[in-house]
């Protein structure tokens, strides 16, 4: 153990670390199949519809929510 001087805050008190995301694993995991296709449709309807798009941006959407998701978190 390092001793700090008086006034001096410990370093490793104040370091941040990532979420593991883990409270939302499980709580995709606890939804039914309907849900879990309804967050995808719902955002890449929504997108669909703010750029005036056709059949490929929704599909294009509905294919990125999930993946974004995933990666996205990483970073």
């Given at each position: 153990m390092i001793a700090t001087e008086p006034g001096q805050?410990?370093?490793r008190?104040?370091?941040?670390g990532r979420s593991h995301g883990l409270s939302l694993i499980f709580?995709?995991?606890e939804q039914r199949f309907v849900t879990l296709l309804a967050i995808p449709t719902s955002v890449a309807a929504i997108?669909?519809?703010?750029?005036?798009?056709g059949p490929v941006?929704?599909?294009?959407?509905?294919?990125a929510v999930p993946l974004l998701?995933?990666?996205?978190?990483?970073r």
């Open positions: 805050a410990d370093e008190a104040e370091e941040r709580w995709l995991m997108l669909t519809w703010a750029t005036r798009g941006v929704f599909i294009v959407a509905w294919l998701g995933v990666v996205l978190p990483l």
